[in-house]
């Protein structure tokens, strides 16, 4: 199964392209119904974070995202591809996916072998190889480790291994499963610094997560979750302020969305510049204080 998501040899890394999940549904074979009606467009391009509580069912929509698991009803299109027509293997040319837990999809020895992986399945040259490998070790800063054994790292270290493997496949489409799980301020700047240069690049960035200030810093749309449902999708601003709405799935507002509200700001503001221009708009406007 770790290697399921491993790409098929000559596999070509393909352009932007949308996904579009339709109506789908998904039971485990335990019976717990994860999903249940889940229907969602994401533009090529498009950053966009799904938040819930834990048992939401986000984790198990993004592995219908590559393939991983299939829909029990309803269908995940990438691209043009219907992803029960296709092998993980080819989809994971189009889709990268970065696991909630490292230690799911590390199988290699080293942290360069482990990064390299993808690259190699995708037929490209050594030399293309090992390009890839340096530009992705240099983005999680690991260039120093490549010759380490991936389970003498930390944990925080490990989920950049595995993001690094990601993005030496080049893929268009990105996925990242709680990113920034475990990590400092240094790795959350790292991580934040990567999907801003991703989403530069035109390409779609998807993340799941628990860290309501780095989905409000940086992905202009949020999906909340909950009971293996679509709760909520809409802009960020909008999404993020509905206090009441992310309360019923635990999720809490950012901390300048609840300021915002305390101080009875007209609108909420993800950003501190967007903040200050909301108070000072509201100050000039004889509003609060
Ligand atoms: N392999 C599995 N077999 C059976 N049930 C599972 C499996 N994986 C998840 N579930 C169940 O499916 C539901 C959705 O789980 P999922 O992991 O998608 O939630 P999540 O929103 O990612 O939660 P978290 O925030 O804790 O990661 C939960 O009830 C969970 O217990
Ligand atoms: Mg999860």
């Not at 020895?109 to 482990?114: A, K, L, S």
């Not at 380490?148 to 893929?171: F, G």
Request: glycine share 10%; with cysteine.
């Amino acid at each position: 199964m770790k290697n399921a998501q491993r790409p098929t040899p000559n596999a070509t890394p393909a352009g932007p392209m949308p996904i579009t999940v339709e109506d789908v549904s998904f039971t485990y074979p335990s019976g717990t119904h994860a999903l249940r009606g889940v229907s969602l467009r994401i533009a090529p391009g498009e950053a966009m974070a799904i938040v819930g509580e834990n048992g939401a069912g986000k984790t198990t929509l993004v592995k219908h995202l590559n393939g991983l698991l299939k829909p029990s009803q309803g269908r995940v299109l990438v691209g043009d591809w219907d992803t029960r027509e296709h092998s993980v293997a080819k989809t994971a040319a189009r889709v990268g996916y970065v696991f909630q837990n490292p230690d799911d999809q590390i199988v290699e020895r080293t942290v360069g072998d482990e990064v390299g992986f993808g690259p190699k399945q995708l037929g490209r040259t050594e030399a293309e190889r090992a390009a890839d490998v340096a530009a992705a070790l240099a983005l999680v800063e690991l260039s120093d480790y490549a010759k380490t054994h991936p389970y003498d790292l930390t944990t925080a270290q490990r989920k950049l291994v595995t993001l690094a493997s990601v993005l030496a496949m080049r893929t268009p489409i990105l996925i990242f499963d709680e990113p920034t799980m475990g990590q400092d301020a240094r790795g959350l700047a790292l991580i934040g610094g990567i999907v801003e240069r991703l989403k530069g690049e035109g390409r779609t960035v998807l993340t799941i997560t628990h860290d309501i200030d780095f989905c409000a810093a940086h992905f202009g749309r949020v999906v909340v979750m909950a009971d293996g449902q679509v709760l909520a999708d809409g802009a960020a601003a909008d999404v993020l302020a509905r206090a009441e709405l992310l309360a019923t799935t635990n999720v809490e507002p950012p901390q300048l969305v609840r300021l915002a509200q305390a101080l009875r700001l007209p609108r909420a503001a993800l950003t501190v510049d967007g903040f200050v221009e909301t108070l000072q708009g509201s100050r000039g406007a004889g509003g609060q204080g």
